[in-house]
């Protein structure tokens, strides 16, 4: 693209690639077809609204950047005739540096996890990714065969024009100030033929009232070029209008310009009013966004003081409800507060601390008021919701009321710690839990045989954060939890509910007894006890942690991030009553070989159970040759 420009700077373009990841996502977004491409222009505007807002601020402290034109504005302009649209705004605008670093490269982290969610996602119908993960900007190619942006930042006396084909390059160099925004962003779009409806007034009107008609600065439409400017919306703060004349649609409009797509389970809007002053409005999405479980992620809650964006980035929710999208609006705090005054405020302590309780409280509401609804938003964001339980002293007790459970009595629905504490059989002292990382496999586990056969639930954990909340919890309403694959079983008190002495029908035979203390002189260093169990009814063996050190589940976890020094021997429990171990107990002293191998597979066996490999597959191999081997003769 040729360019013109002052004397005083270089005319040619430079071009330079992508990003790899970049290249791959423009690549994606090209030649993939999505449910609703209006998003672009959500996009884009939603850009154009942040770039004035941050003017806003920047100009606290540098009034004169607002020159003769202080009110914001975005300018949509349509050309019909030559299948053109371009979005214009007079915000904080970009220098050429700024320009390569915002349009060539992806600064989020989780780009590859997003872009193995595209492809994973190419062809399903419904497949609403583009508004979903907001990528922003890029989202301009998807209807674009070229895109044009032209940019001059606030205060300085030159411009810069960035140009890609998204087919894996772009140019940059320097524009004629002549054509260049007196300061802000002009991106143009030269639409792909199917895409020729955007450069249409009425197309442009409704997206824009359907999904941007409340970003903080008003959008007008140039419906042609020399045409004079109509309004679309009038950049009204949404949040500090009276909830009354606020509709469901209007909120879900606004949710929508956070960069969401899916409809918000909960919205949370308040004023508060006394020692601090401030409005929020925070919404609890319905689906899950690509990257909550990533490291890096930030929450989405925008700060504001006076209606001036401040920062995305002031942690306003602690980090178990980072899904939650909104914003604070402070009356309390100075325009010119610092990043590291907004870290160490007290003033942002109050608000955290009001906002967190407000929106946990809104969320029991829902759960009180429709179960099906709250059951969605588990699904969704539970295992987030208890990393709180293990972080949060403050709120733990309200956040376990809060929880929902997988068990043993759900069948397919979830249960309340309330229920299950309602639900105690008698002599039952503890809340117990298996966790693991397979939900069907959980449900299989022999370690769950006891305490089916006397009717007590058990919950069933297959999150990784279970394995360390439960280990620091002491407990729910005076009932400790107890995982029912560490140390004793303790269900010799609890009745069967077809007999009450039923019990005695496990009693372990001197025989019996006598195998158990070979089975333990035979495996010698690889457990570090063998012994009678009360917990299985159906299957010979399992493996529990002994009574003291973390769970098998736990340890397994801490193994596999190299953090757990040396793994506790597990116990090896017999079931006394199988008739497996019967028939073995009965096998003649001089029979030691046959009973060594025998002991070795039910090892093996309980490993296997326990989700793990046989510790020596060529032993086991041979073991499992040598005992049918001699079943054969």
């Not at 030649?31 to 806003?56: G, I, M, P, Q, T």
């Not at 705004?89 to 490269?105: F, I």
């Not at 736990?554 to 497996?580: D, F, M, T, Y």
């Amino acid at each position: 693209m040729t360019v013109d420009a002052p004397a005083s700077q270089p005319t040619t373009p430079e071009s330079r690639p992508f990003e790899a990841d970049v290249a791959k996502l423009l690549h994606l977004m090209v030649h993939s077809v999505y449910s609703d491409k209006d998003v672009f222009l959500r996009e884009l505007v939603s850009n154009a609204a942040d770039a004035c807002e941050k003017l806003r601020f920047e100009a606290i402290s540098r009034p004169e950047l607002l020159a003769d034109d202080p009110k914001p504005r975005i300018t949509l302009t349509a050309d019909a005739a030559n299948r053109r649209l371009s979005i214009e705004d007079n915000g904080v605008g970009m220098s050429g540096e700024e320009m390569v670093e915002a349009l060539g490269t992806i600064a989020r982290s989780g780009t590859k996890a997003f872009i193995e969610r595209v492809e994973a996602a190419q062809g399903k119908e419904g497949a609403h990714l583009i508004g979903q993960f907001g990528v922003g900007f890029y989202s301009a190619f998807m209807v674009a065969e070229r895109v044009e942006v032209v940019s001059r930042r606030a205060g300085a006396d030159e411009a810069s024009v960035w140009s890609s084909d998204g087919q894996g390059a772009f140019t940059i160099a320097a524009a004629d100030l002549n054509e260049a925004p007196a300061r802000g962003t002009r991106v143009t779009l030269h639409l792909l033929e199917d895409a020729a409806s955007y450069a249409e007034a009425w197309t442009l009107e409704r997206a824009v009232k359907t999904q941007s008609g409340h970003v903080p600065a008003p959008v007008y439409l140039v419906e042609s070029p020399g045409a004079e400017p109509r309004a679309l919306s009038d950049g009204a703060a949404l949040w500090l209008k009276p909830k009354a004349e606020i509709s469901k649609e209007d909120y879900a409009e606004f949710y929508r310009g956070l960069g969401a797509f899916d409809e918000p389970a909960v919205t949370t809007h308040f004023r508060a009013e006394g020692r601090h002053e401030y409005v929020a409005l925070a919404f609890t999405p319905s689906a899950p966004p690509y990257d909550l479980f990533d490291a890096e992620r930030s929450g989405r809650m925008k700060l504001y003081v006076k209606r001036v964006f401040i920062t995305d980035d002031a942690e306003l929710l602690p980090r178990y409800l980072r899904f939650v999208r909104g914003l604070v609006d402070s009356s309390d705090l100075p325009l010119n507060v610092s990043r590291e005054m907004i870290q160490e405020s007290p003033v942002l302590a109050a608000i955290r601390k009001g906002v967190t309780n407000r929106v946990l409280s809104d969320l029991e509401k829902l759960a009180d008021n429709d179960a099906e609804s709250f059951a969605k938003v588990w699904e969704a964001f539970g295992a987030v919701v208890k990393e709180g339980v293990y972080e949060d002293f403050e709120r733990r007790d309200q956040l376990l009321a809060l929880a929902r459970f997988r068990t043993t009595a759900s069948g397919d629905g979830y249960r309340t710690l309330k229920q299950y504490l309602a639900d105690l059989k008698d002599n039952q002292t503890a809340i117990y839990y298996l966790a693991g990382a397979e939900p069907e496999r959980l449900k299989a586990s022999p370690h769950l045989e006891g305490f089916r056969a006397r009717g007590v639930e058990v919950l069933l954990l297959s999150d990784a954060i279970d394995s360390f909340w439960t280990s620091s919890v002491q407990g729910f309403e005076g009932k400790p939890f107890k995982s029912v694959t560490q140390g004793a079983a303790d269900l010799s008190l609890i009745a069967k509910p077809e007999s009450a002495d039923d019990a005695s029908a496990a009693e372990t035979t001197p025989a019996v007894a006598a195998f158990i203390d070979f089975a333990k002189a035979t495996l010698g260093e690889k457990v570090s006890d063998v012994r009678a169990s009360d917990r299985l009814t159906e299957s010979p063996v399992c493996l529990v942690a002994p009574d003291h050190g973390p769970d098998r589940q736990l340890e397994k976890i801490l193994a596999g991030a190299g953090r757990a020094a040396s793994a506790a021997k597990p116990v090896l429990e017999i079931n006394p009553s199988h008739a497996l171990v019967a028939a073995l107990a009965e096998r003649a002293d001089v029979d030691a070989a046959f009973k060594e191998d025998a002991v070795g597979l039910l090892f093996d066996e309980a490993r296997i159970l326990d989700g793990e490999r046989p510790d020596d597959a060529a032993g086991f191999s041979a073991r499992l040759a040598r005992v049918l081997q001699k079943a054969l003769s």
